[in-house]
């Protein structure tokens, strides 16, 4: 039997770990990979209604202009550039750099803040060249 005493956990729990920017990232980069799933959904839906006819392409192209579609179009564009982001914090990770404690709290912070700037670069820039 491995708990002996019943004292202690079997293994660790939340309680035992400070939350800190790294790990909020690391929870947040496995949430957009969720929803990087999901989004896919939706373009996959844009393609099959440009390949159905107007009337379909019509109708998905009306929901994605709509408040509601175009949240869900700028969630999905942060979702991936977040996405991107985080993972290239990992190939750096898994190429051997990056390991100290401060530096990557820095990293993180920056990949939360560098996505949000993103975003929104991209957004204005669809919006001006529309």
Do not use: C
């Amino acid at each position: 039997m491995a708990n002996v005493t019943n004292k202690r956990p079997l293994s660790p729990h939340l309680q035992v770990y400070r939350f800190i920017p790294t790990m909020a990232m690391s929870i947040v980069h496995r949430i957009t990979g969720g929803a990087l799933y999901f989004g896919t959904v939706l373009v996959a839906a844009w393609l099959v209604a440009a390949a159905s006819g107007e009337h379909a392409f019509n109708q998905v192209n009306w929901f994605f202009g709509s408040i509601v579609g175009q949240l869900i179009l700028f969630g999905y564009t942060w979702a991936m550039l977040h996405h991107l982001l985080g993972g290239l914090r990992h190939i750096m990770w898994d190429l051997g750099y990056g390991f100290e404690k401060e530096f990557s709290a820095k990293l993180a912070k920056a990949n939360l803040v560098a996505s949000i700037a993103l975003t929104v670069l991209v957004w204005i820039v669809v919006l001006i060249v529309r």
